[in-house]
Every structure is written in structure tokens, then in C-alpha cells.
């Protein structure tokens, strides 16, 4: 979370207009994940390649294995997640831990940049609608936030549901990452038919959303808190 709002900003004043220093829509989508073309997708291409990807190979894993917690001689593979990273890594080799690291970037990129875009506009249209308020209240950045949260899931569902069964599933050898994603959107589709493309997106929206809103309105608060203490202290050095 750190790395994805510190980046945004960075992305954000990167892209910002020099004369005005505003950000358009656009950019404020691509700072959120794609790093050279524009807020939103620059963030969440970070986060998935620094953060995201190892972590989600180990939690796929740990969860996919199954034991019987009755037989006390039916240990699991993985222990713990540190346990699981040792192994991980023993076995089939760091690169492992960044396996479907292009579909994951994929997707932080295209979540973002639908959750900081979404989230931008609707504080705007906000603040349109009460031109008397400086602040937004803080049960408002929490709604537009859980708007705003489950934008991602929706627009990126397919991505995560591919890149879940590849992590989860070991590598064939001689067979391409690519053709390992084409094969399981294509069992997918003639197996299981469009809807699984969205499994899952129910739990998965009631996780996001939520933590977004949360997430929002303390970033709100203490992003103004951080902003009047550093005027303070400018207005204290300049009257000295």
C-alpha cells in the first residue's frame, strides 16, 4: 500500500501539466501502472513487481495444498510462508516466485488505474456538488472510495482468474508461459464456459472494496495533516 500511493504521487507530478501542474484523466489512469507511458497504472505495475508477485505465488500455494489436519503423519508441503519461499526456491528456482509476473503487473495496473481514476473523478464531481466545502468529510472519501474500490475487480476479473490457476499450477517444461496462459483460457472457455472468467469476483470485490475506503480516508486525512504541518513550519521559518 505504501509503495502504491507513494508511486501514484510520483507518477502523478511526473505527468502533471508544467504551467498548471494538474493531471489529466488520462494520465491520472496511466500513473496508476504502465511506468513510461502515464498515475494509476505506473503504481500498480510497481507494487506488482516489487511486492505483489512473490507474495501472491506463496499465498496460492500454501492455499491450494491440501492435508488432512486429523492424520498427524499427513504434514503439509509448505509450512509457513517463509517455509514455503525456501522451498519454493529450492525446488523449481527464484524465477518461480515471479511466475505470471506479466499478468499480475497486468492487472495491478489496469486495478489502479481504475480505482485512482474512479476515485479522482468522483471526488471532483464531489466537490462540484458542495463548492462550500474545502474538505471533503471523511464518510465521504470512504463511499467514493468503496465506489471507486470495486472498479478494479470488475475491469480486471479475467486477468486475475488466469493468473491464479497458472501460479498455482507447476511449469511444464519446453512449454512458454504464453502458451501455458493460452492453454488455461482456453480450457476455461470450452470447459467452464464466460462465467468463469469471473469466479469468484463477489468475495473478491467484498475484500477490495471495503479495505479501498478505509484505505482512502485515512490517506485523505493524514495526506492534509502532513500538508498543514509542512505549511506551518515554512510559515514559522519565514517569520523568523
Do not use: C
Not at 483460457?185 to 477490495?208: C, H, N
Amino acid at each position: 500500500m505504501a509503495i502504491r500511493f507513494a508511486s501514484f504521487e510520483a507518477y502523478k507530478g511526473w505527468l502533471a501539466d508544467k504551467k498548471t501542474g494538474k493531471t489529466s484523466v488520462g494520465g491520472i489512469f496511466i500513473a496508476t501502472g504502465s511506468i513510461r507511458a502515464s498515475a494509476g497504472l505506473g503504481a500498480g505495475t510497481t507494487e506488482a513487481v516489487l511486492v505483489v508477485n512473490p507474495m501472491e505465488v506463496v499465498k496460492i500455494r500454501l492455499q491450494a495444498q491440501q492435508h488432512s489436519l486429523a492424520d498427524p503423519l499427513d504434514t503439509p508441503r509448505y509450512r509457513n510462508a517463509g517455509h514455503a519461499v525456501y522451498t519454493i526456491i529450492r525446488e523449481e528456482g527464484f524465477a518461480t516466485l515471479y511466475r505470471g509476473v506479466t499478468l499480475t503487473a497486468l492487472r495491478q495496473a489496469t486495478n489502479q488505474g481504475a480505482n485512482f481514476t474512479a476515485y479522482q473523478e468522483i471526488k471532483k464531481l464531489a466537490h462540484k456538488f458542495q463548492p462550500d466545502l474545502v474538505e471533503l468529510p471523511s464518510y465521504q472519501h470512504m463511499v467514493i472510495g468503496l465506489i471507486s474500490g470495486a472498479m478494479g475487480p470488475f475491469s480486471n476479473a479475467p486477468i486475475d482468474t488466469i493468473k491464479t490457476r497458472l501460479q498455482k499450477a507447476t511449469a511444464a517444461p519446453g512449454v512458454s508461459a504464453f502458451q501455458r496462459i493460452f492453454a488455461i483460457a482456453s480450457d476455461m472457455w470450452k470447459q467452464e464456459g464466460f462465467r468463469s472468467f469471473y469466479k469468484g469476483i463477489t468475495p473478491r470485490v467484498l475484500r477490495v472494496a471495503p479495505g479501498q475506503a478505509i484505505v482512502f480516508a485515512v490517506y485523505e486525512r493524514v495526506s492534509n495533516l502532513m500538508e498543514k504541518i509542512t505549511t506551518t513550519r515554512e510559515d514559522d521559518g519565514y517569520s523568523e
